[in-house]
């Protein structure tokens, strides 16, 4: 079984790629810069007005300000080509939006800076998920597909499979059970690729 669960926490000096397993806070690479160029590019209302920032380190923002805090409609793009594009609120990704690096592509919503709601994860190399997030984590209801062909569709806790799943193989047998941190565990059962129903059980991913 694939593993892409991958550490992402932006840097100080840099903007890496996200990753599964620790969405941490994406918005700590720009909060603490200061603007080089500030130009108005044109007043919304009294309180909202559209601005274009540009960073001593080559960093591009462009979307809403309230106050002088991004909040509303934005994008940002990085050096390294790194970039999001979507809502802000409070200086935060925060809503509905896209962010884009060189190895995947996350759409779905944020809070805080973080990944929280429903959303789905491209990778460029065929991987996918789709479900939800709770604090930058995979959490509730999801599906994982490896660009090996297996698949988990179920429940998660805390960017693993925890709970009632299916988990696919690749040569067509098909486990339903329970699982918790990420290993079966419990009774299951195997629906094999030749029309077998097997009665299994397994504790901590190993059959017993």
Same mark, same amino acid.
């Given at each position: ?23 941490? +806070? ?8 200061? =603007? ?15 601005? %274009?920032?540009?960073? &001593? ?13 991004? #909040? ?6 990085? =050096?390294? /080509?790194?970039?999001? #594009?979507? &809502? ?14 060189? +190895? ?13 709601? %429903?959303?789905?994860?491209? @990778? ?6 789709? /479900? ?6 995979? #959490? ?5 597909? @490896? ?5 988990? +569709?179920?429940? @998660? %806790? ?41 009665? @299994? ?8």
């Amino acid at each position: 079984m694939g593993n892409n669960q991958d550490c992402c926490n932006f840097e100080e000096a840099h903007a890496p790629q996200l990753s599964v397993k620790n969405n941490k +806070e994406i918005e700590d690479y720009y909060k603490s810069k200061t =603007p080089a160029n500030i130009s108005t590019i044109g007043t919304i209302d009294e309180m909202k007005e559209t601005r %274009r920032f540009e960073y &001593e380190d080559g960093t591009i923002y462009e979307g809403e300000f309230i106050n002088d805090t991004r #909040h509303g409609q934005g994008k940002i793009i990085y =050096p390294d /080509g790194v970039k999001y #594009h979507g &809502e802000f609120k409070n200086d935060q990704f925060d809503g509905f939006g896209t962010f884009i690096s060189q +190895e995947m592509t996350y759409k779905g919503n944020f809070k805080e800076g973080l990944y929280d709601g %429903r959303g789905t994860e491209y @990778w460029n190399d065929g991987t996918l998920y789709d /479900g939800f997030y709770k604090n930058g984590l995979k #959490h509730g209801e999801g599906k994982y597909e @490896w660009n090996d062909g297996e698949k988990y +569709e179920g429940m @998660w %806790r805390d960017d693993m499979m925890h709970g009632m799943g299916k988990f696919f193989e690749t040569n067509g047998d098909v486990f339903i059970g329970r699982f918790v941190r990420g290993k079966r565990h419990g009774k299951g059962t195997m629906n094999t690729a030749d029309g077998q129903f097997l009665q @299994w059980s397994y504790e901590n991913g190993l059959r017993v």
